[in-house]
């Protein structure tokens, strides 16, 4: 192959690269990125707060683990528009946790919510577009990152 072809090879990679048909993420490599984004918010969040956060991997039963003892779930959600002009936040919860940290990213607002309060491994859903002025079940928890100290085993609230 001569350099004018290799070169010419070259350009036309550019060119279909820099002109070419923008590829839009799937949407599961959406719900990965904004995952991650909350997982790394809801880190720094709690370490401003004076804690010590270690993220974990993927697979693991939570995502961080707080003072070396406290499991927190993050999930983020994103209003979706149902048909009939309504819609919701909702997320599945499944994992090992003590807390859940649920951020409704649309809203800017965080739900620390406690897993004793929930039945059984469940799906939670905000059906008010505002979080402000919902009433229901989580309200109480918005905004409670109080909770991450009160839930931290006995044993380690004795050594800090």
């Known amino acids: 192959m001569s350099v004018y072809t290799l070169h ?19 949407a599961y490599e959406h719900r990965q990125w904004l995952g991650a984004m909350a997982e790394q918010k ?36 994103r209003w979706t528009d149902a048909q009939r002009g309504s819609g919701r936040y909702q997320a599945l919860w499944h994992n090992e946790a003590d807390l859940v940290a649920w951020y409704l990213v649309d809203a800017d607002v965080w739900y620390v919510i406690p897993t004793s309060e929930f039945d059984r491994p469940t799906n939670v859903a905000i059906w008010s577009r505002d979080p402000d002025k919902y009433t229901g079940r989580w309200s109480v928890y918005q905004e409670r990152w109080d909770l991450l100290s009160r839930a931290l085993p006995f044993s380690i609230q004795e050594e800090s």
């Open 8 to 26: 010419q090879a070259w350009r036309s990679e550019c060119q279909a690269y820099r002109f070419g048909p923008k590829v839009r993420p799937t």
């Open 42 to 77: 809801a880190a720094t969040l709690i370490a401003d707060l004076g804690h010590k956060v270690t993220p974990q991997d993927h697979n693991d039963r939570c995502d961080l683990v707080v003072d070396d003892g406290l499991r927190v779930e993050v999930k983020a959600s």
